[in-house]
Each structure stands twice: as structure tokens, then as C-alpha cells.
């Protein structure tokens, strides 16, 4: 590995642990007195929103796609790992072990619907795919509404409670680097050829349907993960939670954070969704103020608020000392700040 | 199945695809014209319905029928249309496919909060605008006003039909889709046909809402997203772009719905959202459309 990859990847480490020290600061000491059960609450509705955003990003920032079904595979994500969880409690296992193997199922499951779904969707384009990725969704949502495993259409409640702060904060952590690392690698990178000549990139021997499957996957297993966070934390749901209004929510967090910038993702979703929580009486207003920022976004600026700006550590620390090196070209994902 | 259960759901599947037909009009001249979803189109009938609901008892109150309430309805969502594209769409008209995307999206997320920061989440009953007696046809009780509905329907279609056909704007509306830059070489006003489509799509979907309310006499604030969803359904099924494919998308979607109701109650959206997919998969023109090879 070479010197300037170590310092990048050292930085960023230092940088993750710098905020989560932070919390953990705020957090034990009561900073914000008796408050501080509910903020620790509202960080982790930020953390599993992130993952959601940030997956979908996926889609629309680098494939340059529209997926207006996200919530359904964020759905697939949370009734099973759900279900795992629900089937392995007494097993004797470890209460992080239980939770992360919960998780995978439910990326796993999220991933294999995603290959189902993309396989025949990403055949269409542009206006054509978001209209089959709602029906997809919706389907995925009448599913869980007839299925007596799901609660047929009832709440489906008794999920043990395992998502707290601490561990949504580091699988967020896993989930963006690993989402970054796939952005930037040689996969990210035919993806984003595609994305803006699929014509030449098939002319250039890109397996064009394969490379958009796989980015589709990726980002329904991490909507998928993302789900397991949230069936964790609130331990009741109903397939009507996710229903187009979920996938719009997302969507617009997407687009108002920025295009393609994981850094906007991040910023954007956690920004999104803790707001309405700090301004509870102002609820009943949030969708509409999205969708006035959102109509303003697209008029004014159609990349988003941070457009395709990535946040870089390593710029910061060159900007601070004042040294210019040969660093910039490769910086690496940094903060996963909430 | 007896007869007259098939009958009734005929005659209901008739009804529903009636509304889906007209909702349909609407989506697919906008989307002829300027290739763009139009998402808030299903939130114009809401506008409508909720006109409606509002007018109607002013109407009965001031002493007069209340049937006029109809034409303020149309008057209504015939302004929002041409509102909705000025502010929002217009502006984003060059900015591509995915901008206009969003922000139909977009416009549709604002008038359904709108409507909830307005009128409330809760739903409103509409009062009748036709009290019509029940007739028996070959054994089946059939309420007149489902009757009318289609009737309204069936006569909003010819009509539609006759204005695109044989009018000078109705050419227009025809002319621009199919080449743009030569209908402006032409001295076709393309904004002016536009801000039209959507005026006279809008309007058809006052009707929807009047038909719809005719039915199932409840207004809520996000009646229309999934209703206008199905109905863009029907609009592609059919042949988007293509007027007689959305009649014809509009009235196989009511009736595959109100049939697969009929078995399997729990599962109609499921199905209508995988015709929907199949249809795409294997000719993603619709039934009446043309294919359209891409060009590199």
C-alpha cells in the first residue's frame, strides 16, 4: 500500500474516532441534561437514515438512475433481519452478534430482491425505471401486507430493542466507507461511464446490465442493512411505513444533499432527520418545506445543495499546514459525522 | 360466478376505468408533449375533489343547483395546472429529464402537504350532486349516476378526440411532439401549447373528481398519488402519447381491477402493478404505440 493511502486511511480513522469520542463525551456526561436519552435517540434515526440515503445515492448519484421504490427494499431489510433476530433471541448468542448477524440477513435478503428487481428493471431507463421501481416497491409492500410471517398486514411488534447510538454509529461507519470504497473503485468507475454514455461504455466492452445490476445490489443490501437498524431501534412496524411517500423522503434527502456526493448524503439525511424531531409542533410541515427546497434545488441548482463535493480530511490538513502534495488526487472518504 | 356478478363488475370495472381513462388523458398529452411525468396530475384531482367539497354546499345554500360547482372545479384545477407549470416546470424545462423528474415529484410532495396543512389528514365527505334513482338491467340493480359516469366519460372522450382531431390548437398539440423545432419554424406559440396541455389536462381531471366522488364520495389529502399512479399505468399499458391508448389503458386497468378484487381482494394492487411491469418488459410502446428505435 502506498505511504499517502496509509496517511489517508490513518487520518479518516482518526478523524471517525475524533467525532464518536465527541458523542461518547456528550453523551455520558448529560451534556444536554435530561434531554439526552432523546437526542441520543434522534442520532440514531440520523445514523440508519444515513445508510438508507447514502445507499440510494448509489443509485441516482452514480448510476444516474431514479429509483422511487428504496423503502422497498428498505422493508425487505427490516422484516427479515426482523424475523432472524426474532428467531435467534434465547440462542444464547451475544446480543451484538444476534444484531449483526440480523443485519446481514437483512442486507442479504434486501440484496437478492435487489438482484430480482434489477434484472428486469434495469433493462428500462430514465422515467420508465422509476415508474417500475414504485410498482416493484408496491408490490413488495402488498406482499408484506398478505404474509402471516410479516404480521399480515398488521403491526408487527416484540422486535427486540439492539440498535443503541454506539453501534449504529460504527455500522454507519462500515456501511459509508465500504459504499465510498465501491464509489471510488474500478466498478464505481464503469458504473459512472455508464452513467454518462452507456452507448459508449458497451462499445468499450462494458458488460453494461451487469455493472447496473451489481450497483443496484449494492445499494439494496445497504437499504437493506439500513432497514435492520431501523426495525431494531423501533421495534414495531407495519408495511405501510414504507410506503411511496418513505421512498420520496429519501429521495428528496438525496437530492437536496447533493447528486452523488456521499459527503452531501450524510450531511443532508442527518440534517433531514433530526430536524423535524428538534421542532416536533412544526411537524406537519416538513414535507412541504422538502418539497419547497426541493423545487428550489432543482430551479437553482440542479446538483443538489453539495453538488458532486466530497469532503476530504486530507485537503483540510493541507489547507491548515499549508503543504501541497501529491495527496489530493487520492483522498479518501472521510468523516462519518452525524 | 353468476351472471349478473359478472354484470355488476362490468358495469363497475367500466366505471373505474372510465376515471382512470380520463386521469390517463391527462398524463399522457402532457407526457407527449414534453416527455415529462407529471406526478402533481394526480394531486389535481384531489384540488378538484376538494373544490367539490367546499362549493357544493355553497351552491345548495345560495339556491342554486349543484351541479354548477362542476364548472369551478374545472376552473379550479385548470388554474392550479397552468400555475403548477409555470412556477415549477418551466423553469426546469431545460435542465433535462431527471430535473423535470424531480420536481413533478417534487410539486406533487407540495400540493398533498398543502392540502393537509389546509384542509387536515382526516377524510371529508362530498355530498351527492346527483340524487339518481336504481334501474334494473337484465336483473342487476344499477344506479343511474354510475350510468352517467360513464356516460360523462364517454362524452369528454369523443370530445377530446374532436378538439385534438379538427381545431387549430388541437393540431398544434399534435404537431409539437412530433417535431418540435419545425412546428416553431411553423409560427406554433410552444409555451402557448403547452401551458394549453396542461390547462386542458388539469380540467379532465376535475372531471375524474367529480366522477370519482360520484363513486366513493371521500376526499383526502393524498387521494390522488396512488390513483394518479394508476392511472399513468393505464396511460403506458395503452401507448403513452398515444390519446385513444389511454381510453383504452384506462378502461383494462378498471376492469382487470374491480375482477381481480373480486377473487382475490388483497391482492389487486399487486397485479396491476405487475401488468404494469410485464407490459414494460416485453413492449415498453403500450398496446397502441409505436416502437421508436434509439438512435446513438
Known amino acids: 500500500m502506498e505511504k499517502r493511502f496509509k496517511v489517508s486511511y490513518f487520518l479518516n480513522f482518526l478523524g471517525v474516532l475524533a467525532v464518536f469520542f465527541l458523542f461518547v463525551l456528550l453523551f455520558e456526561n448529560n451534556a444536554f441534561g435530561r434531554s439526552t436519552q432523546y437526542i441520543k435517540g434522534i442520532s440514531t434515526t440520523a445514523c440508519y437514515t444515513i445508510i438508507m440515503v447514502a445507499s440510494l445515492n448509489l443509485v441516482v448519484g452514480c448510476m444516474g438512475e431514479f429509483s422511487l421504490g428504496h423503502a422497498g427494499f428498505v422493508s425487505v431489510g427490516a422484516y427479515a433481519s426482523a424475523i432472524v433476530s426474532n428467531g435467534l433471541t434465547g440462542k444464547g448468542l451475544p446480543d451484538i452478534a444476534l444484531f449483526l448477524v440480523a443485519l446481514l440477513a437483512g442486507g442479504i435478503a434486501a440484496g437478492l430482491t435487489g438482484v430480482l428487481v434489477g434484472i428486469p428493471a434495469l433493462r428500462l431507463r430514465g422515467d420508465y425505471l422509476a415508474i417500475v421501481t414504485i410498482a416493484f416497491a408496491e408490490i413488495i409492500r402488498v406482499l408484506f401486507c398478505n404474509l402471516s410471517i410479516t404480521g399480515g398486514g398488521k403491526t408487527m411488534s416484540g422486535i427486540i430493542k439492539l440498535s443503541n447510538f454506539y453501534w449504529s454509529f460504527w ?168 | 360466478m353468476t351472471f349478473s356478478l359478472f354484470f355488476q363488475s362490468l358495469i363497475n370495472g367500466l366505471n373505474q376505468g ?78 433535462g429529464s431527471m430535473s423535470a423528474l424531480i420536481t413533478a415529484l417534487a410539486m406533487s410532495l407540495f400540493l398533498e402537504n398543502l392540502a393537509m396543512v389546509l384542509f387536515g389528514a382526516k377524510p371529508h365527505n362530498v355530498q351527492k350532486i346527483f340524487d339518481l334513482p336504481s334501474v334494473n338491467v337484465l336483473g342487476v340493480a344499477l344506479p343511474l349516476n354510475v350510468i352517467l ?23 398544434a398539440m399534435r404537431a409539437v411532439p412530433q417535431d418540435r423545432d419545425a412546428s416553431i419554424l411553423a409560427g406554433i406559440n410552444v409555451n402557448k401549447v403547452i401551458t394549453m396541455t396542461f390547462a386542458i389536462g388539469s380540467a379532465l381531471a376535475a372531471v375524474a373528481a367529480l366522477m370519482y366522488c360520484a363513486k366513493y364520495p371521500r376526499v383526502t389529502n393524498d387521494m390522488g398519488s396512488m390513483m394518479g399512479l394508476k392511472a399513468f399505468i393505464a396511460a403506458v399499458l395503452g401507448g403513452i402519447g398515444v390519446i385513444p391508448g389511454a381510453m383504452l389503458g384506462g378502461i383494462l386497468v378498471g376492469l382487470i381491477e374491480i375482477y381481480v378484487k373480486l377473487f382475490a381482494p388483497g391482492w389487486y394492487e399487486a397485479i396491476t402493478y405487475a401488468i404494469l411491469i410485464m407490459i414494460l418488459l416485453v413492449k415498453p410502446s403500450g398496446i397502441l404505440g409505436k416502437n421508436v428505435g434509439e438512435k446513438v
Open chain 2, 18 to 95: 372510465a376515471i382512470y381513462a380520463l386521469i390517463a388523458l391527462g398524463y399522457t398529452m402532457v407526457y407527449g408533449i414534453i416527455r415529462m411525468i407529471n406526478f402533481a396530475h394526480g394531486d389535481f384531482i384531489m384540488i378538484g375533489a376538494y373544490t367539490l367539497f367546499y362549493t357544493i354546499p355553497m351552491m345548495i345554500h345560495a339556491g342554486m343547483p349543484a351541479w354548477i360547482s362542476v364548472f369551478l372545479a374545472v376552473v379550479i384545477c385548470a388554474a392550479v395546472g397552468v400555475l403548477v407549470e409555470v412556477i415549477a416546470y418551466k423553469p426546469v424545462r431545460r435542465a
Open chain 1, 171 to 338: 455500522i454507519m461507519v462500515v456501511c459509508i466507507t465500504v459504499m465510498y470504497m465501491y464509489v471510488r473503485s474500478r466498478f464505481g468507475r464503469t458504473v459512472k461511464a455508464i452513467r454518462e454514455d452507456y452507448i459508449a461504455a458497451s462499445a468499450s466492452g462494458i458488460n453494461v446490465t451487469y455493472y447496473k445490476v451489481l450497483t443496484f445490489t449494492v445499494a439494496a443490501f445497504f437499504a437493506g442493512i439500513g432497514g435492520g437498524v431501523y426495525a431494531h431501534y423501533m421495534t414495531a412496524m407495519i408495511p405501510t411505513n414504507f410506503n411511496f411517500m418513505y421512498s420520496a423522503e429519501l429521495l428528496s434527502e438525496v437530492i437536496i444533499g447533493g447528486i452523488g456526493s456521499i459527503t452531501g448524503s450524510i450531511i443532508g439525511a442527518a440534517f433531514l432527520s433530526s430536524l423535524p424531531e428538534m421542532m416536533r409542533q412544526f411537524s406537519q410541515y416538513r414535507m412541504l418545506a422538502y418539497s419547497v427546497v426541493l423545487v428550489l434545488v432543482m430551479i437553482f441548482k440542479p446538483g443538489g445543495i453539495f453538488g458532486a463535493w466530497e469532503f476530504s480530511l486530507i485537503r483540510v490538513c493541507e489547507r491548515l499546514t499549508g503543504r501541497k502534495g501529491g495527496w489530493e488526487k487520492n483522498r479518501k472518504k472521510t468523516e462519518g459525522g452525524v
Open chain 2, 149 to 171: 359516469t360513464i356516460g360523462i366519460g364517454v362524452v369528454m372522450m369523443a370530445g377530446l378526440q374532436i378538439f385534438i382531431k379538427s381545431t387549430k390548437i388541437g393540431k
